[in-house]
């Protein structure tokens, strides 16, 4: 994967020279233009409040701060708007080249109610979608959204709680699956009597630990879930620190991977290509459109 | 008095709560018993389409076809899942004999044949998997203490796990020519 890495760099370096020029450029001119406004905003106020000078040393720590977050998020809009997706489009072309990064929300809450891993939500926020075809030619989905719940406080003042943060994807079919399956990250209070309607007994012991799997038809539960299934997921989770969590409802396959931070967010005190920051965000959606292409094979190869 | 009668109640019970988990998890290891037996039936009403398909291109196998009608009709009369995992594994070994008989791999009967048998081999498999983790709860609990102790009063005996490899190992061997 690193070697494979390698060479995307290399490639994207490449491909954006003309884009960082822009970006670089754009930066420039925007902040000179914001320093000159903030500079002449500032001299105003100094003229103004002339008869107070013990002032003076704390407006000017103001101006400073304020003209530095200002220079922050015009970068950080330069960035998103001339090289997020160019970034990302690369990365994710590398694997298939149908695939495309775009700022769209496309899963809406109805789709993610279908999947029921949350029942109980108000509403999604949702940005970086990507969508392509996978190599075993099935479309495909993937989008960082949060799940939010409404809740009042003790004041009455209403505020969203995240029920869940990360990657959620849908990978459609070519065949129906009859029976609802779930695999969701093992919780005690999955163990309440009224929960364990329809949840399976797996012969893993490694993955019943981490696990529970939920099927209203018990042998096409264990014809998904073979031992060398139930490995790769497991694999997969040592892998790469996150528990995927998966659902498959008709013809579609659900998986969704919490992540408890922004997934594919620049941070503007690095460089604009950095190495280890770009190979995160390639490692992050290789990684998830390989397990969903091969869990979507394992679907696909069983007899139904 | 009353504490030696509240004692005595809650072994009582606890004899029963227990009494009854060993009586659903037998109940649930035939279940499952019944439900590989299903699936078996399902693939050995096969058998015959499959011996009538596979004898058309290779009719000097004669001893084959009829060996394995006799072991399934052994199988119907013990309904043992034994028996039943050896008419399997021959059944299986009747279907890789299309790998040798290029006519019969191509056509089509024997393609659907192959299929249908292929996604009750999945059905059984998975039926199998049940089958042992039931037994093995079952089991455990016959040997795990306390509930050990009321295994033994009420004489639950220990069942056997399926191992279908064994069962292989075990089968009678049919030789192809």
Redesign the interface.
């Known amino acids: 994967m690193e070697n494979n890495f390698n060479t995307i760099y290399e490639e994207l370096k490449e491909k954006l020279k003309d884009d960082i020029l822009v970006y670089k450029k754009n930066v420039r001119k925007s902040i000179s233009l914001a320093t000159l406004i903030v500079a002449i905003i500032l001299i105003a106020i100094l003229l103004v409040l002339r008869n107070f000078t013990a002032l003076y040393p704390f407006l000017i720590i103001l101006a400073i701060i304020f003209l530095v977050i200002v220079c922050v998020s015009l970068k950080t809009n330069e960035y998103n708007n001339i090289l997020k997706y160019k970034i990302l489009n690369i990365l994710a072309q590398s694997y298939n080249p149908t695939c495309k990064f775009d700022n769209s929300p496309s899963i809406d809450s109805k789709i993610y109610k279908d999947s029921t891993f949350n029942i109980d939500f108000d509403r999604i926020v949702s940005e970086d979608c990507l969508n392509g075809v996978l190599n075993n030619e099935c479309s495909f989905t993937f989008q960082e959204i949060s799940v939010q719940k409404k809740v009042k406080n003790n004041k009455g003042k209403i505020h969203f709680i995240n029920l869940f943060h990360g990657i959620f994807c849908i990978v459609e079919l070519p065949i129906i699956f009859s029976y609802d399956l779930k695999v969701i990250k093992n919780d005690i209070s999955n163990n309440l009597w009224f929960k364990r309607k329809n949840k399976l007994e797996m012969d893993s012991t490694s993955f019943e630990k981490v696990y529970d799997v939920y099927c209203n038809n018990k042998i096409a539960g264990m014809q998904v879930f073979t031992a060398d299934t139930m490995q790769k997921i497991l694999d997969f989770k040592e892998k790469y620190k996150m528990y995927p969590e998966i659902s498959l409802k008709k013809n579609n396959l659900y998986m969704r991977f919490p992540i408890f931070k922004n997934c594919l967010e620049h941070n503007i005190f690095k460089n604009i290509l950095d190495y280890k920051e770009i190979e995160s965000f390639y490692i992050l959606i290789s990684s998830i459109i390989n397990i969903s292409e091969n869990f979507s094979n394992d679907v696909l190869d069983l007899p139904f | 008095m009353v504490i030696f009668i509240v004692i005595l109640f809650v072994i009582l019970i606890y004899v029963l709560i227990q009494y009854n988990s060993f009586v659903k998890k037998k109940n649930a290891i035939e279940q499952s018993k019944s439900?590989i037996d299903v699936y078996l039936t399902q693939r050995f009403d096969l058998i015959p389409n499959l011996v009538t398909c596979v004898k058309a291109y290779c009719e000097h196998e004669e001893s084959i076809f009829k060996e394995i009608t006799e072991l399934r009709s052994k199988y119907y009369e013990t309904r043992n899942l034994k028996d039943g995992a050896i008419v399997n594994n021959e059944c299986n070994d009747i279907l890789a004999i299309g790998e040798n008989y290029p006519d019969l791999k191509a056509n089509t009967q024997f393609i659907n044949l192959q299929?249908n048998l292929?996604?009750m081999e999945?059905?059984l498999?998975?039926?199998r998997?049940?089958y042992?983790?039931d037994v093995t709860?079952y089991n455990n609990s016959i040997d795990m203490f306390p509930s050990s102790i009321i295994a033994k009063i009420f004489h639950f005996e220990k069942e056997e796990l399926f191992d279908a490899e064994e069962e292989a190992k075990n089968s009678t061997k049919i030789k192809y020519n």
């Open positions: 439900s299929k292929q996604k999945n059905q498999q998975a039926a998997r049940i042992n983790i709860n």
